[in-house]
């Protein structure tokens, strides 16, 4: 039962233009929402993160949009460049057992920005 | 400021061996998880340790196990080793306060054979 979908597993984008990788999830006890960056033989780099009582978070060329009546969130890269091509795993953290602060990741989207 | 180191980085071995990997967090971070991230997968939660003391724990059987020393670093020990627990152990390292953002070392590699 996977509770955060990312259904592409890569995606080809020109430099200069726009990014969007998108992510589902099903789990609404989910109150927090980050996006990672793996490169090969490195762990992931954390990129941005939004509250699940905001729609919008902002930092320079990301930016994340969060809906959560559709249970769906995006994040977008303006404009991309070639050293965004990486693996990108979006991530919903909540309280699991005891008073640990769990991450439940994605299968990842491999983004590949052709110069 | 050092971020989240992880030893070894390779390590291969026999099923039914037992295997302990080493994380130290990033300073002043309180708080580690560790994650197992199969191949072609996103990382899966294994279990979380804060102030020496397992606080959280995913759908791993027991043989998982784990430490937390005073100056906040951590070990994973996987007993009975099976083929399936061949992956990348990831460790994750969070602020006080703040461990809704974790830090990630590279990872271990782990080969099952």
């Known amino acids: 039962d996977q509770q955060v979908k990312q259904n592409s597993p890569s995606l080809s984008v020109q430099e200069g233009r726009i990014s969007i990788l998108n992510c589902d999830y099903t789990?609404?006890?989910?109150?927090?929402f980050l996006w990672y960056k793996k490169y090969p033989a490195e762990g992931p780099t954390f990129l941005i993160s939004?509250?699940?009582?905001?729609d919008k978070n902002e930092d320079g060329r990301f930016t994340v949009f969060l809906n959560k009546s559709a249970k769906h969130l995006s994040l977008h890269i303006v404009p991309s460049q070639p050293g965004d091509s990486a693996v990108y795993f979006c991530?919903?953290?909540?309280?699991?057992?005891?008073?640990?602060?769990?991450?439940?990741f994605g299968s990842g989207t491999q983004l590949t920005v052709l110069p | 400021e050092t971020g989240v180191t992880q030893s070894p980085t390779h390590l291969i071995k026999t099923r039914g061996q037992q295997v302990t990997l080493r994380c130290s967090s990033q300073?002043?971070?309180?708080?580690v998880s560790w994650y197992q991230q199969a191949l072609g997968q996103g990382p899966q939660f294994i279990f979380q340790?804060?102030?020496?003391?397992?606080?959280g724990r995913g759908n791993f059987p027991p043989r998982f196990s784990g430490l937390q020393f005073p100056n906040y670093s951590s070990e994973l020990n996987v007993n009975a080793l099976e083929l399936d627990d061949s992956a990348l152990y990831l460790c994750?390292?969070?602020?006080?306060?703040?461990?809704?953002?974790?830090?990630f070392g590279q990872g271990t590699r782990l080969t099952v054979v």
């Open positions: 939004i509250s699940s009582i905001k």
């Open positions: 300073s002043g971070h309180n708080t």
């Open positions: 991530a919903a953290s909540q309280i699991s057992s005891g008073s640990a602060r769990q991450l439940t």
């Open positions: 340790y804060y102030r020496e003391e397992e606080n």
């Open positions: 994750a390292s969070s602020l006080p306060g703040r461990n809704t953002e974790a830090f």
């Open positions: 789990n609404s006890m989910f109150d927090y």
